[in-house]
């Protein structure tokens, strides 16, 4: 829920709703690392039925919300467990070609994660309208990463993981933002996905570029 530009929330509720959406996102990230090692040995084709059921699970929060916090949360679990098993063949081919870009890519994401969030979470000025802007830039970013696929562009690659990083810059900032704004404590574990989300696609971009894949000549 959104408050009008100045409103900020009762501390105790502010805090209680901070707590328990990073602990909902801690968990999440637990379940997501047990689910990259149980589907590490899997195809690409069972990663996709696991993306399947883990995009399942993310729509059917949005539902489950309005009815019972419990399944809402287990929903949220479903979706961490599931999308670590369907990016675990990507995280096993990053273990088996080059591990350190896996261990630089997790730190640049905790600093990049730590200054935006901490960002969003100081900034009282309304991001509402960045949101939609943000939203299309996304839409652009997909658009271009299938333009990749098919036409050699020198360093799009790493032109596409950069500008991957600037948008989610902007969301993670909005998400924090929304994460201190508001006073609904039931909507901690959609904030969660949320910021896991935001989490997972930081780190997925720093993995390219640290794995040296943002250089390569599609």
């Keep these: 829920m959104d408050y009008a530009l100045g409103y900020r929330p009762a501390a105790g509720v502010a805090r209680t709703l ?11 990230t637990g379940l997501f690392a047990l689910g990259a090692y149980l589907g590490r040995d899997l195809s690409g084709g069972a990663g996709l039925l696991a993306f399947a059921v883990a995009f399942g699970a993310l729509i059917g929060m949005q539902f ?3 009815r019972s916090a419990q399944l809402t949360t287990v929903l949220l679990a479903v979706f961490g467990l ?8 990507t995280l ?3 273990a088996d070609a080059d ?8 730190g640049a994401t905790a600093l990049f994660v730590a200054g935006f969030g901490a960002v969003g979470y100081a ?13 299309w830039a996304l839409v652009g970013l997909i658009v271009f ?5 098919f036409v050699t562009i020198p360093g799009g690659a790493l032109i596409y993981s950069v500008l991957g990083l600037a948008i989610f810059a902007g969301l993670i900032v909005i998400d924090f933002q929304r994460l201190r704004r508001s006073s609904d404590v039931a909507s901690a574990p959609l904030l969660a996905a949320s910021i896991f989300l935001d989490i997972l696609n930081v780190f997925l971009f720093f993995l390219q570029i640290f794995s040296g894949g943002g250089r390569d000549e599609r």
């Design 145 to 149: 990463s299938i333009v990749l696929i």
């Design 123 to 135: 900034t009282r000025r309304d991001l509402s309208a960045l949101a939609r802007v943000l939203f």
């Design 99 to 106: 591990p350190r870009a896996l261990w630089q890519a997790g």
């Design 18 to 28: 901070f707590s328990q959406t990073m602990g909902y996102v801690a968990a999440t």
């Design 92 to 94: 096993a081919y990053y």
């Design 82 to 89: 599931f999308i670590g098993v369907a990016t675990a063949p």
């Design 64 to 66: 489950a919300a309005r």
